[in-house]
DNA sequence: AAGCGAACTAGTCACCGACAAGATTAGGTA
DNA sequence: TACCTAATCTTGTCGGTGACTAGTTCGCTT
């Protein structure tokens, strides 16, 4: 480092969280440690993000708005499953980003930004639910929105978490496909 | 106090967790709070469980225990959605016990009877789908079950961190019921 | 009743998040 | 160019936390 302004000090910050914590978990990303990581005295990331919950806030965010990126990518006429399959796919890409979504404890308490992003990832799974070519379902849209992302959080949380039985194997894109496909399209 | 020995101060410590993490938030249980909630030193809990992620995987294996308990306590004859609302039912009536049990990060590592306790959870989720009469099914056994669990797990998960959307009204139970029925005996 | 070991206390250390005050510098203005 | 103001970053500090150690109290067995 040789200025004294870092430049771009809230992307490096950033950056370096996601990797403090795909390294050594959540539990070791500590404000002092970014700091050290990107070569900035103790107190500088606090400019930029308020406190450690804005950092989080900060980061949850990003993820939520990557996460949206990624289901609008899907192509409108690919069946509900592969929305699905792409959800489980960015958690278990990004798990660090995953890991802080969804810790309203650790974020900045109301945080409108959030909420907005939280909006925009719901406003995706409803299109991928409403392009879905299934018309004839038991439930109105709301709730088969509010089933299939219960099922795929709920699949991405478990893998990650290690509680999976064995017999499920090693490929969690697989599992996932299968089970979606049989909830969701094996009628 | 009268004694200097607290007599249960191990079954007193995770009462107190639980009491302190549903009135301020995982974020606040810390040994000190909690010894001093208790009355003791702030180094006596350390005594009993070693260090916070013994306290906190004691408290899991309780967590997993008791839900296990709720499970089996479903009548052998009911549908699978009935174990399904009984999974998210303990999710929302013991916020503190279950923000504790998918939280790898803080428990001792490999502790085994962690993993025994999540073990007799699966075991009694596969009794609910076996006991289940829908026999024709697009999935085998393992793989319904994991549809099953990860579905009312993203359920609670969701709803507790509430992000749920507002459409889906405020009684979770029949919103569970309603989900759980329109994608598993809904055929 | 004796003493052994478990239960608990008291003291300490490194580390953390937050805060305050000061140093440095980028970028707009005269 | 020279200034100068606000944003950026550093340094120092404070209370709180988890972990460790040494010492104190007491239940229990023999």
Same mark, same amino acid.
Do not use: F, K, L
């Given at each position: 480092m040789e200025t004294y302004h870092h430049g771009d000090l809230r992307r490096a910050i950033l950056d370096a969280a996601v990797l403090e914590i795909e390294e050594n978990g959540i539990g070791a990303m500590t404000m002092r440690h970014l700091a050290r990581r990107v070569g900035?005295?103790? #107190? #500088?990331?606090a400019h930029h993000f308020g406190d450690k919950a804005g950092l989080l806030t900060a980061l949850a965010i990003e993820a939520f708005d990557r996460l949206t990126d990624q289901l609008l990518a899907v192509e409108p006429t690919d069946d509900l499953v592969e929305s699905g399959v792409a959800y489980v796919r960015f958690a278990l890409d990004h798990p660090a980003h995953f890991a802080v979504m969804f810790r309203p404890e650790q974020h900045? #308490?109301?945080d409108t930004d959030l909420q907005a992003a939280q909006h925009r990832t719901w406003v995706a799974l409803e299109r991928a639910v409403g392009n879905s070519?299934?018309?004839?379902? #038991?439930?109105?849209e709301t709730h088969t929105t509010v089933a299939a992302w219960s099922l795929v959080h709920g699949f991405a949380a478990l893998w990650l978490q290690n509680v999976m039985p064995e017999q499920i194997g090693e490929d969690p894109e697989a599992a996932a496909r299968r089970i979606a496909s049989g909830l969701f399209s094996g009628a």
């Open positions: 900035v005295s103790h #107190a #500088a990331p900045r #308490a109301g070519p299934e018309t004839e379902r #038991a439930m109105d």
